[in-house]
């Protein structure tokens, strides 16, 4: 049988006209908004920008959950502070009898505890009336921040060490004997090399980055060649390093022939780093240098070939060697520059103002407080170069606090270890403070790929 309409596909159906093909689309219409529609009937309001400010600050990210941790850390220190000292937990014995006393002296503890620490880092009222008064001049209100940069120089190249070495898949331990071998170095091109001021600066200083890029190609080369850990090598390297400096104090032509001690001869004036703000306060140019180094990294990271090869090594060296790229060269070049960086930290401490000869702790603790620097920094340069700058504010107002308050300059210590367990447990902080997930932000827990 033949079909009557021939344009209609089937017997059972006519071609819908345009009449109702545009009822068809105001009926879909209709029904989406609908479906998006609360069942109240009015059209769910749009957040303001104010209410979306606050639900994305009050959220897991990562400028939130290092404030927090921050928080945490000087609420738990002001725990301490009050546990340690034997006068305010003796009000608490009484507590229920008078709970003002003991609210009161531990108020009165921790204020001025962190009060100090303000003071003797960032700024002073007191000196900054006296500037104003005449009673003292301007270099007493520029004294916290010259200790706080004087501090932060040498953590700024020792945390991009670390940080570096992370970000090509490497746990670099080993900053604090190459910055012990770029102090070595340093010291002897100091007091040894009869260089004419300005090139014996410059020679000094190019010395201990050598000392600590030989001190890190020695673990790049053994990782990249026998897949040796460089956790093993960087570690004990540290020791060889620190012993080795021992040793070499107390050699003649090394030791000061009028000391007794273990001390060596002092750096020449002329293997000084300037200081920037005169004689009476210490900041040096280390610090410009350390502001050059971080975007120096941050270049080298981000816009050059040989950056785009360490990142890729470190997320994944199966990956880059199939793509063409050498991860045994990589590893090496990783560790050179990692301790050209710690040996640069190494010898700020001599040809700085931190200290003018070989002394065993001359190095201090730099190369250890540089992985924390590191966590903190979230591995990367500019966040380093901040989180090193907090830590040489903790170190400059500690000796505030101390003689001040009497607090004892390890809790300066426990507040650092304090910042960085918060920061490495954002789930912790989360959950503390009830903090919505951040949409497009990822907290980065894992620094090394295995690791």
Same mark, same amino acid.
């Given at each position: 049988?033949?079909?009557?309409?021939?344009?209609?596909?089937?017997?059972?159906k006519e071609p819908a006209t345009e009449a109702q093909a545009r009822q068809t689309a105001l009926g879909n219409t209709e029904r989406a908004e609908a479906a998006t529609t609360p069942q109240g009937g009015a059209p769910e309001p749009q957040p303001t920008l104010g209410r979306l400010f606050v639900q994305n600050l009050w959220a897991a990210n990562t400028f939130t959950v290092?404030?927090?941790?921050?928080?945490?850390?000087?609420?738990?220190?002001?725990?301490?502070?009050?546990?340690?000292?034997?006068?305010?937990?003796?009000?608490?014995?009484?507590?229920?009898?008078?709970?003002?006393?003991?609210?009161?002296?531990?108020?009165?503890?921790?204020?001025?505890?962190?009060?100090?620490?303000?003071?003797?880092?960032?700024?002073?009222?007191?000196?900054?009336?006296?500037?104003?008064?005449?009673?003292?001049?301007?270099?007493?209100?520029?004294?916290?921040?010259?200790?706080?940069?004087?501090?932060?120089?040498?953590?700024?190249?020792?945390?991009?060490?670390?940080?570096?070495?992370?970000?090509?898949?490497?746990?670099?331990?080993?900053?604090?004997?190459?910055?012990?071998?770029?102090?070595?170095?340093?010291?002897? /091109? *100091?007091?040894?090399?009869?260089?004419?001021?300005? %090139?014996?600066?410059?020679? &000094?200083? +190019?010395?201990?980055? $050598? =000392? @600590?890029?030989?001190?890190?190609?020695?673990?790049?080369?053994?990782?990249?060649?026998?897949?040796?850990?460089?956790?093993?090598?960087?570690?004990?390297?540290?020791?060889?390093?620190?012993?080795?400096?021992?040793?070499?104090?107390?050699?003649?032509?090394?030791?000061?022939?009028?000391?007794?001690?273990?001390?060596?001869?002092?750096?020449?004036?002329?293997?000084?780093?300037?200081?920037?703000?005169?004689?009476?306060?210490?900041?040096?140019?280390?610090?410009?240098?350390?502001?050059?180094?971080?975007?120096?990294?941050?270049?080298?990271?981000?816009?050059?070939?040989?950056?785009?090869?360490?990142?890729?090594?470190?997320?994944?060296?199966?990956?880059?060697?199939? /793509? *063409?790229?050498?991860?045994?060269?990589?590893?090496? %070049?990783?560790?050179?520059? &990692?301790? +050209?960086?710690?040996? $640069? =930290? @190494?010898?700020?401490?001599?040809?700085?103002?931190?200290?003018?000869?070989?002394?065993?702790?001359?190095?201090?603790?730099?190369?250890?407080?540089?992985?924390?620097?590191?966590?903190?920094?979230?591995?990367?340069?500019?966040?380093?170069?901040?989180?090193?700058?907090?830590?040489?504010?903790?170190?400059?107002?500690?000796?505030?606090?101390?003689?001040?308050?009497?607090?004892?300059?390890?809790?300066?210590?426990v507040l650092q270890a304090l910042i960085v367990i918060f920061i490495a447990a954002p789930a912790l902080v989360k959950a503390i403070f009830q903090l919505r997930a951040a949409r497009a932000a990822r907290l980065q827990t894992s620094l090394a790929k295995g690791w």
């Open positions: 049988m033949t079909n009557p309409n021939p344009q209609s596909g089937s017997p059972d290092t404030l927090l941790s921050l928080v945490l850390a000087i609420v738990v220190g002001g725990i301490l502070m009050i546990i340690s000292d034997p006068d305010v937990l003796s009000t608490y014995s009484y507590i229920t009898a008078r709970p003002s006393d003991a609210l009161e002296s531990s108020w009165t503890l921790v204020s001025e505890a962190y009060a100090n620490l303000f003071k003797g880092s960032v700024f002073d009222p007191e000196a900054f009336s006296g500037w104003l008064n005449g009673s003292n001049g301007w270099q007493a209100v520029l004294a916290p921040i010259s200790e706080t940069l004087t501090y932060t120089a040498p953590l700024v190249f020792t945390g991009l060490s670390v940080a570096l070495a992370f970000r090509g898949g490497l746990f670099n331990i080993g900053a604090q004997g190459q910055a012990t071998l770029g102090v070595i170095l340093a010291a002897l /091109a *100091g007091f040894l090399l009869p260089l004419p001021p300005g %090139l014996h600066l410059i020679v &000094a200083v +190019l010395a201990g980055a $050598l =000392g @600590g890029a030989v001190w890190g190609y020695i673990p790049g080369i053994l990782k990249a060649r026998t897949g040796a850990h460089e956790v093993i090598i960087t570690i004990m390297l540290n020791y060889v390093a620190t012993y080795f400096l021992t040793w070499l104090i107390v050699q003649n032509g090394v030791h000061d022939p009028v000391r007794t001690d273990a001390i060596s001869r002092p750096v020449d004036a002329s293997a000084q780093l300037p200081r920037l703000l005169g004689d009476n306060l210490r900041v040096h140019a280390g610090i410009l240098l350390a502001v050059l180094a971080t975007w120096a990294v941050a270049w080298l990271l981000n816009r050059s070939t040989l950056g785009f090869e360490l990142r890729a090594v470190g997320a994944n060296p199966d990956a880059a060697r199939t /793509a *063409g790229i050498s991860v045994t060269r990589t590893f090496v %070049l990783i560790m050179v520059f &990692a301790g +050209l960086l710690a040996g $640069l =930290g @190494g010898s700020n401490m001599v040809l700085g103002s931190t200290a003018s000869a070989l002394t065993p702790l001359v190095v201090a603790q730099i190369g250890f407080d540089g992985i924390l620097v590191a966590l903190l920094g979230r591995l990367k340069p500019w966040g380093v170069a901040l989180a090193a700058l907090l830590f040489g504010a903790l170190q400059a107002g500690g000796n505030r606090m101390q003689s001040y308050s009497g607090i004892s300059l390890e809790l300066v210590t």
